[in-house]
């Protein structure tokens, strides 16, 4: 099993900026957390969980075009974390962001429990 812990959300002003810090425990951690796909998603209310950004073990990275160049997505596999710098932030990224954690090459699948981010004036 694994165990993802998200934690950064909060409020911000448009314009602001967070970085929200996932940490993986359980079966994703120490080499074995090379081997999973982290990622980061966002559900806004009335709407349905999309993709934000993902990031492989060996760093290759993916991110929604509403997100593109706003948004860094890093990880750092000593330390069994995914990260999500959110800059530019605008009212339309208000949302739960979850962390995923997936198995290279399997469908298994974990999440966070999601943390909230808000941004208004």
């Known amino acids: 099993q694994v165990q993802l812990v998200e934690s950064g959300g909060g409020s911000v002003q448009p314009g602001g900026s967070l970085r929200l810090s996932c940490t993986a425990s359980g079966t994703a951690s120490g080499r074995a957390f090379m081997s999973y796909v982290m990622g980061w998603y966002r559900q806004a209310p009335g709407k349905q969980r999309e993709l934000v950004a993902t990031i492989t073990g060996a760093y290759k990275t993916n991110y929604a075009d509403s997100v593109e160049g706003r948004f860094t997505i890093s990880r750092d596999n000593d330390k069994n974390t995914a990260n999500l710098q959110m800059n530019s932030l605008t009212p339309e990224d208000t949302a739960v962001y979850y962390c995923?954690?997936?198995?290279?090459?399997?469908?298994?699948?974990?999440w966070g429990q999601g943390t909230q981010v808000t941004v208004s004036s």
């Open positions: 995923k954690a997936r198995r290279l090459y399997t469908d298994d699948a974990f």
